[in-house]
């Protein structure tokens, strides 16, 4: 008996996948969950789904190896319309020991994209809960993901790997709130309404600023800026709304400048405050003339300006990765005896079945040589020796456990049947 994970995962490593054919849906999960539950008692004991945007893991508390892996192999190949053979191409298998690292380091990030993303934790924390609510999971899978969400905790508050702004988005907005941190609730303009302006409009509101979203489709730009509880206004209107903000970042695919220079000068004459007009571009080609730089009354900041600040919270993360794998080692270190963790409470239910029936049994033939004994201290004879055995295994059941619970020697569980005789 041992922990399998069988992973396909959007990863550097299978970029000619088309991971949308493995992805789960909700609906999905639950019909391979249930799928799973049908092989509990013959295959798998336990068994877990995680399940996100860029990966599709299944863990299992497995009793056979290769069976195990056919049997997963056959219910995603069902589930989701795909071949076998697609599905073994794909899939990655994690056995025991490596299994536990392979889920550790997901937890942390290591296996992320982007080194470091906070996601991917909480994603780990709802895939156990929900298979502990639906009754697949047990104490091996309990404990492991426990384990990992520790680690991935500790990795986050303790260790740089998730520090600094590894998107576009995000650094670009690092970028302009630094340049704004002495005004209270800044009035932003996003231009565009793509993916990239998308999750700027989501940062900035995050962080209390004002947006107000410029684009070409007013329906868009609306519909943006209704989700972050700001205003909207036509491309139009560009330079009346730059005039009344306090930055901007764009976004778009536009093939001409959108604030050229006389753009600009137009918009520096009808501005009250006198600080300078903050904007990120982060368009290619350019949505802002490079020449505006030149003026006063603008602190302009281009695309490689972002990525250079990419690339430096990059390398902050990458300082950490060997301190994070070092944690996951020691965490390792107390692998072994997840297993064991689950086989030794039979064991000690044995124990405490050998002792109840040994008590019972001499119980009887003391109660067959006192015919006369008066019931009412029978009764209390009963409950006296029921209590001696459980006070005598208490000490010797909870050393087991915990014995058991730091150990690395796997045959403890053997060794607790031999001396007990079980």
């Known amino acids: 008996m041992a922990i ?30 249930s799928a799973l539950s049908e092989l509990r008692g013959s295959l798998v004991d336990e068994a877990v789904v995680l399940s996100t945007c860029a990966r599709t893991e299944i863990y299992v508390q497995a009793k056979e190896f290769h069976r195990t892996v056919e049997a997963i192999a056959e219910v995603i190949s069902s589930k989701l319309g795909v071949s076998q053979s697609d599905f073994q191409r794909y899939a990655r298998v994690h056995y025991a020991d490596g299994a536990a690292e392979h ?26 809960e929900e298979a502990v609510q639906k009754g697949t999971s047990g104490p091996v899978l309990n404990r492991l993901f426990r384990e990992a969400i520790e680690v991935g905790k500790w990795t986050r508050a303790e260790t740089s790997l998730s520090v600094g702004s590894t998107s576009v988005g ?16 800044p009035n932003v303009a996003v231009v565009g309404s793509g993916a990239i302006a998308t999750e700027v409009v989501e940062i900035l509101s995050d962080s209390g600023a004002v947006v107000t979203v410029v684009a070409r489709d007013p329906s868009k ?15 139009e209107d560009l330079e009346t709304v730059l005039a009344g903000a306090d930055g901007a ?22 501005r009250v405050d006198p600080r300078p007009l903050v904007v990120v571009d982060l368009s290619l080609p350019r949505d802002v003339q490079p020449d505006v730089a030149k003026y006063d009354g603008i602190k302009l900041t281009d695309l490689e300006g972002v990525n250079q ?51 019972v049994e001499e119980l009887a033939v003391f109660f067959e040589r006192h015919r006369g004994l008066d019931p009412k201290l029978a009764s209390e004879i009963d409950r006296l020796t029921d209590h001696i055995v459980k006070k005598l295994l208490h000490t010797p059941a909870t050393q087991l456990r915990k014995v058991v619970d730091g150990s690395q020697n796997t045959d403890i569980v053997e060794d607790a049947k031999v001396l007990f005789g079980l």
């Open 103 to 128: 889920l550790y380091r997901v937890a942390c990030g290591l296996e992320s994209r982007i080194v470091g993303e906070s996601e991917i934790l909480a994603q780990v924390k709802e895939a156990i």
């Open 309 to 359: 600040l990419i690339e430096r919270s990059m390398s902050v993360r990458l300082d950490a990765v060997a301190e994070v794998e070092a944690k996951i080692s020691a965490y390792l270190e107390r692998f072994p005896s997840l297993s064991a963790t689950k086989e030794i409470s039979p064991v000690i239910a044995s124990l405490y079945q050998r002792a109840e029936t040994i008590r």
């Open 170 to 185: 995000s650094a670009a907005v690092k970028i302009l709130l630094s340049e704004l941190e002495e005004v209270a609730d």
């Open 221 to 235: 730009a609306q519909l943006l800026a209704k989700s972050a509880r700001g205003k909207f206004a036509a491309i």
């Open 4 to 33: 399998m994970a069988v992973v396909v995962s959007n990863s550097d490593e299978t970029d000619e996948l088309d991971f949308e054919s493995f992805a789960l849906s909700s609906d999905t999960t639950e019909s391979i969950v």
């Open 249 to 270: 970042i764009f976004a778009t695919t536009s093939p001409t400048y959108l604030l050229s220079t006389s753009n600009f000068v137009r918009v520096r004459s009808a």
